[in-house]
């Protein structure tokens, strides 16, 4: 929540179908802020970058940061597509590091601070990825920064 408004993630999937032919679907992905704590009244901004900028000042998200830690870093990750490789405790990615070879004392906690919040995450060698990222296989270290509300460049912390 900042300054009283829920902040929420709207993924919106259209289903068509054509007579004879294959389905088609469409998928879209969304950021908002529901002013009234209501589910189905909010106000759509696109990225969460934009929907946090209208939903208060720099001092709230950074309180809110603070206040949250956790959903905060989901949220962060979710909007950068890192959700399912985020480093935190009992995850996958986790799972995926320790048996890399990473040890689970060498992986800093998610850390917030005015500046950021920073965290962890892992890159896989995956020639199957939608998207490939470009970045060598291993765990990195981000910071979402809060004077420009994005993703700062991840940087190598250890190479697999």
């Known amino acids: 929540m900042v300054e009283g408004r829920t ?12 007579e004879y032919g294959d389905a088609g679907r469409t998928v879209s992905e969304s950021w908002g ?11 759509e901004y696109g990225t969460l970058g934009n929907a946090l900028r209208a939903a208060g000042p720099q001092r ?10 956790d959903l905060f ?11 399912l490789r985020l480093l935190v405790p009992g995850s996958v990615a986790a799972q995926v590091a320790v048996e890399r070879g990473s040890e689970p004392t060498q992986i800093p906690p998610a850390e917030v601070d ?3 919040l920073s965290f962890s995450f892992i890159e ?3 020639a199957l990825a939608a998207e490939p990222s470009g970045r060598k ?22 190479a697999w």
Request: negative net charge.
């Open 137 to 158: 296989p291993g765990v990195y270290r981000a910071t979402y920064l809060f004077d420009a509300l994005e993703l700062s460049e991840a940087r190598l912390v250890t």
């Open 33 to 43: 802020y529901s002013p009234t704590h209501e589910p189905d009244r909010f106000r």
């Open 124 to 126: 896989m060698d995956n």
């Open 60 to 69: 709230s998200i950074v309180a809110a940061a603070m206040a949250s830690r």
């Open 7 to 18: 902040i929420v993630w709207i993924l919106r999937q259209e289903l068509c179908l054509e």
């Open 73 to 83: 870093l989901e949220m962060v990750a979710r909007s950068c597509g890192l959700h």
């Open 114 to 116: 005015e500046r950021g």
